[in-house]
Nanobody, 123 residues
Framework: QLQLVESGGGLVQAGGSLRLSCAASGRIFSNHVVGWFRQAPGKERDCVASIPWGGGWVYYVDSVRGRFTISRDNTKNTVYLQMNSLKPEDTAVYYC????????????????WGQGTQVTVSS
């Protein structure tokens, strides 16, 4: 079992930055893939970025590539999402997620979810 707890959401003006953190506890394996999904009102929950605990590759959805950076600190069992140049369309609830599949890009890949943290970007 894996538990995920997010922090770091909030309200920011367009062009600003936020850093989300996801602290993991429980049984963590290097083949787990962790990442961030987001869900705006009335829209589907989509993957924003993902990375294996053991490293090797990083995935970004096109709309955030070059603005967001996902990273992990294995010593702290924590995954981060640094979000720069935020836009109003980035407004959503952001969820930390993890799974044992080889990828983490769709909801079907996710075995564990965090509770979510709200990010609001004002124009």
């Amino acid at each position: 079992q894996l538990q995920l707890v997010e922090s770091g959401g909030g309200l920011v003006q367009a062009g600003g930055s936020l850093r989300l953190s996801c602290a993991a506890s429980g049984r963590i394996f290097s083949n787990h893939v962790v990442g961030w999904f987001r869900q705006a009102p009335g829209k589907e929950r989509d993957c924003v970025a993902s990375i294996p605990w053991g490293g090797g590759w990083v995935y970004y959805v096109d709309s955030v590539r070059g603005r967001f950076t996902i990273s992990r600190d294995n010593t702290k069992n924590t995954v981060y999402l640094q979000m720069n140049s935020l836009k109003p369309e980035d407004t959503a609830v952001y969820y930390c997620a993890a799974g044992a599949s080889s990828t983490l890009q769709a909801m079907g890949d996710v075995a564990y979810w965090g509770q979510g943290t709200q990010v609001t970007v004002s124009s």
